[in-house]
């Protein structure tokens, strides 16, 4: 442990709104680096030194030779002397708020060291995770240990589970405590990392309960968790081209879809564009997006559109119009979906 000049300046700041003293706080050389007069920082302490060497309090009663008047108190961390705090002024009006203020010291210093260990671990899973989403080799064994301290085993088949959303909320919290091999990529996006399928399918029908989840995306269960996640990434974007209304989307379920290749995909993207300009006040894009989902349904299209089925008629006329595509035809439907999915 050493002691810092930011924390050496927070101890003789708080320090001073309590003692009617000025305070210095010296480092393991005697330096001064922290003091409630600035003019006295970064000059050099005889009295702290003559404590460092001998290991006990130093009492100054006279001017001269770089002190003050004061008690200078070594402070020993882990048997091991890291700086001295001082007190200025007469030692026997100072030396009963001395002990308080060693102790006091003792505390931020600890305090500090604790915090310092809680953000390197913060780090250190941050790191450890951040590489697990992308990470496109082969586990070796020290990354299969690094795992293992964070209770995740590697040597079994991970499946990534990615949430998008309003993910502050106090039941999201809560259940991140419960399911912790997680990691925040965004804001609003943050992935599961599920070795256990049965956790995988309680962790599902967790998120359905939380207010504010807006979309789900499950990769398939893979060698590399990165694999998996990139899968789950696809199926959260590719469902909310095709089927926004969608809760829980599956890599598995739009697996075809995704996987399609097209030469002219800026043209089959064009039918969205064309919708897009002449069709979107009559909610031709949302009629469409329902009637992918509803399976070509009428009956439930209208009922979740909420719309006379005349008016249904007329929507994929109208889209039949605009883009060439019939949707009552299942081929042209399915380039329409293609539209939707390759969208600029």
């Not at 260990?117 to 995770?129: G, P």
């Not at 269960?221 to 081209?241: F, G, I, Y």
């Not at 897009?276 to 439930?300: P, R, S, W």
Request: hydrophobic share 35%; net charge neutral; aromatic share 6%.
């Amino acid at each position: 442990m050493k002691l810092s000049r930011p924390l050496a300046e927070r101890i003789a700041n708080e320090m001073m709104n309590v003692i009617p003293y000025n305070i210095n706080v010296m480092d393991e050389n005697g330096t001064i680096i922290g003091s409630g007069d600035p003019k006295r920082i970064g000059t050099f302490h005889n009295g702290a030194l003559k404590a460092i060497h001998s290991g006990r309090v130093n009492e100054v009663y006279e001017v001269g030779g770089g002190m003050m008047p004061g008690v200078n108190e070594p402070i020993m961390m882990d048997g091991v002397i890291i700086g001295v705090v001082g007190i200025t002024g007469h030692p026997d009006e100072v030396r009963p708020f001395s002990k308080l203020l060693k102790v006091t010291v003792v505390l931020l210093i600890e305090q500090e060291v604790q915090n310092k260990r809680k953000q390197d671990e913060r780090q250190r899973r941050e790191k450890f995770y951040h590489e697990l989403s992308y990470r496109k080799t082969a586990y070796d064994q020290d990354f299969l240990e690094r795992a293992k301290d964070y209770g995740l085993d590697l040597t079994r088949k991970s499946q990534a589970i990615l949430v998008h959303g309003a993910l502050s909320g106090r039941e999201f919290r809560h259940l991140v405590q419960e399911y912790s091999h997680y990691w925040n990529l965004e804001n609003d996006k943050t992935v599961f990392f599920m070795t256990d399928h049965f956790r995988s399918k309680e962790l599902l029908e967790r998120l359905l309960d939380i207010n504010g989840i807006v979309r789900i995306g499950v990769g398939q269960v893979e060698e590399l968790a990165a694999h998996s996640l990139e899968q789950a990434s696809l199926a959260m974007e590719t469902s909310a081209k095709i089927n926004p209304s969608r809760s829980i989307n599956r890599y598995d379920d739009l697996k075809f879809i995704i996987q399609l290749s097209h030469e002219d995909r800026k043209e089959l993207g064009a039918v969205y564009n064309v919708l897009h300009q002449n069709g979107d006040k009559l909610g031709l894009i949302e009629t469409l997006q329902v009637y992918i989902a509803e399976n070509g349904d009428h009956n439930q299209t209208v009922k979740r559109l909420n719309i006379h089925r005349n008016t249904l008629n007329y929507r994929l006329n109208r889209i039949r119009q605009l883009t060439g595509k019939d949707p009552r035809s299942l081929i042209e439907l399915f380039e329409l979906l293609c539209g939707l999915m390759w969208r600029p």
